[in-house]
């Protein structure tokens, strides 16, 4: 239960505090594709989105694309935003943000994962040590298995309010689109 809860819930990446990420020493983002820079599915990624990958990368952030999408589809976002990915995750597996890890010669202490699933992201990156973003998913379209996790999801945010482990204005972020 400890190992899904995020260290932080931002409503979008465009809300992440790359200054406060800063003074925590870490110098790189793991970070999802679908539904966290892109639409479920879609082809294109908004050039707001493009926009903040560039953002980041020029006030020193290395970022890399860990997805559980199929290899081909990490890699057009990569060669687009010019960063390495990793494709076919299969998160919450270590292995791929370890590989993201090395892609970018940093270690857990130093990276952030920024996603938009308790049970793929946020437990992936906690169980290996690394802090954790988690956004509000930008569609509601995806996976019906996914769609099933957003109701556990929803629960199990209810229980960590309960237990003081995030506060209700964080879950209430989250809540905000369901
Ligand atoms: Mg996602």
Known sequence: MKKLVPDVICESVFAIDLDKLKKRQISGLLVD??????PWGEPEMEEAFVTWVKGAKQRGFKVCLVSNA?????????????IPAVGLALKPLGRAFRKGMALLDLRSHEVAVVGDQLFTDVLGGNRLGIYTILINPLSRNELDSTKIMRRIEQKILGHMVKRGQISAKHAQIRQGRD
């Open 33 to 38: 594709i679908d539904n966290t820079l892109v």
């Open 70 to 82: 199929k290899k081909p589809r990490a890699q057009s976002f990569a060669t687009l935003l010019e």
